[in-house]
């Protein structure tokens, strides 16, 4: 179920260099406000470093999410856009079970990480202005609790609308394709007694 295979041309937003030239720019940005442009040697090397990390992390969670739900790579962002846009349902009956089983593992994940990924989100970005007020810098203090509030309340309100579009993208595409996963391609990885595709059958081994 390639991008190809569908049409889909991958938008460069969301190529490996696109996410990794985000990361950098986001990064630097943020250490050139708080820290000045006498460290910005180090603080590109660090961002470059970073962004590194934070690319092939990216791309091995698609790669992963892939193989799970049965799709392409590089169509998994644009699955995860049309979820949370509630956007327009794929015409293919296995590119709507693939979503299916996408919406399923985030939901997973976001019910066994719920407990302590936002106490420690909070803890990051309130500790780091508590250090600073700490030493003496009130003002990047105040700056850092300023980002740090904005950051976790824009968090918390996208978990919450991208929870709720994910159970609106699940039931119309339920209702309009009854709940069933017909074909191999539609359930690649699923043996004996698969079932709805919304239903626990429908994951793909090592889904979770």
């Known amino acids: 179920m390639g991008s190809q295979g569908h049409g889909q041309v991958q938008r460069w ?65 644009e699955l995860e856009r049309r979820i949370a846009k509630n956007g327009e349902l794929p015409e293919d009956p296995a590119e709507q079970a693939a979503m299916i089983r996408l919406i399923r593992r985030r939901e997973e994940k976001l019910r066994r990480n719920r407990w302590w990924a936002f106490p420690l989100l909070a803890l990051v970005f309130f500790g780091i202005p508590v250090l600073w007020f700490a030493a003496g810098n009130v003002a990047a203090g105040l700056w850092g609790l300023a980002f740090g509030a904005a950051s976790f309340g824009w968090m918390v309100w996208f978990n919450r609308r991208f929870v709720r579009r994910m159970a609106g993208m699940r039931q119309r595409i339920e209702g309009v394709g009854g709940g069933l996963v017909t074909g191999p391609a539609a359930a690649p990885a699923a043996g004996p007694g698969t079932g709805p595709a919304g239903g626990a059958e429908g994951v793909a081994p090592g889904a979770r």
Do not use: C, H, K
């Not at 590109?44 to 193989?67: E, H, K, N, P």
């Open 13 to 77: 937003q969301d190529r490996w260099w696109a996410v990794g030239l985000l990361v950098l720019v986001v990064w630097v940005g943020i250490r050139l406000a708080f820290d000045g442009w006498s460290g910005w040697p180090g603080i590109l090397v660090g961002g470059i470093v970073y962004a590194g990390f934070m690319t092939w992390f990216v791309m091995r969670r698609r790669r992963r999410d892939a193989r799970a739900v049965g799709t392409d790579a590089a169509r998994v962002p």
